[in-house]
């Protein structure tokens, strides 16, 4: 059991939980994962690593409240325990060699951005550090990403926060300013990784794009998270979460991630009734 050190709202969808696991806080390292239980019964939910301290024996995770599995996670306070904590999972981001990166994080993704950005920023890399919201009420980790990015650029697409605008303008800019990147790392919605990636394969810019797809076990064992890459089958579970975004089949990938969309919304609205209940309100 894995008991709940702290629960923090950043914003209305998105909560982070600090989580007892000395084993896991051990050996992870960022760009890896873990699989969330959080009842006996519950759903398998990867999510990754946000941040972790091995002296405390803690990993910190951060999630958006999308579907029944989140919402029963979300339910849990501090003091609690969750059912199953599976980790780490996946490849450690290679940083190695790198003396200047670009990081493009986007809503939710910017909680995997971050602990990539903090890699690489403490090894001394010079780090741009780009995120990207729809909206001020949004943002999450601004002040952890000025603290560990060498030059920070915030964009919202209402101009509500920073300069308005997609985070591919942000990076066009730097780029055609003479900016010379190693390798840019992009994580977050699926649409805005791949216009990152087509940006960047216009001035031959290595880019590593972490991809999120269904998956189960974790493993490689259900293929549920296969992508094409290069024209090969690989699975983000163990061959990932990072492939070479020149490569990546983002259509195929964006086709695969709406196949259960309808149900999942069936299962909220079943998981939002019955929470309903159980805090005496009425379904």
């Known amino acids: 059991m894995n008991k709940i050190i702290t629960r923090r709202e950043l914003n209305p969808t998105v909560t982070l939980l600090e989580i007892e696991a000395p084993l896991i806080a051990k050996k992870a390292e960022p760009g890896q994962f873990v699989i969330v239980r959080s009842h006996d019964d519950a759903e398998r939910i990867p999510l990754t690593v946000a941040d972790f301290d091995r002296d405390k024996g803690t990993v910190t995770i951060i999630f ?3 579907g029944a599995g989140t919402m029963r996670l979300n339910s ?11 980790g780490p999972l996946g490849r450690a981001t290679e940083t190695d060699g790198l003396g200047k990166v670009a990081v493009v994080g986007g809503g939710v993704g910017c909680a995997i951005a971050y602990p990539v950005t903090k890699k690489l920023f403490d090894k001394g890399a010079q780090v741009h550090a780009i995120a990207g919201f729809r909206t001020k009420d949004l943002v999450i980790l601004e002040d952890e990403f000025r603290a560990h990015s060498t030059q920070f650029f915030a964009m919202s697409d209402d101009g509500s926060w920073g300069e308005k605008g997609l985070v591919t303008d942000a990076l066009k800019k730097l780029i055609e300013s003479g ?3 190693d390798e840019v790392i992009t994580i977050g919605p699926l649409i805005m990784m791949k216009f990152v990636c087509a940006l960047t394969k216009q001035y031959g810019i290595k880019t590593v794009a972490s991809m ?10 259900c293929g549920c998270c296969r992508l094409t890459v290069g024209g090969e089958t690989k699975f983000a579970c163990v061959d990932g979460p990072e492939f070479d975004g020149h490569l990546i089949d983002f259509d195929e990938a964006m086709a695969r991630g709406r196949m259960y969309a309808g149900f999942e919304q069936r299962k909220r609205e079943e998981t939002c009734r019955l929470l309903n209940m159980k805090e005496g309100g009425r379904a």
């Open 212 to 221: 999120n797809p269904i998956m189960i076990d974790g493993t490689g064992m």
């Open 179 to 181: 900016e010379k990147y």
């Open 64 to 66: 958006q409240i999308v």
């Open 76 to 86: 849990l306070r501090e003091g609690d325990s969750l059912a199953n904590l599976a």
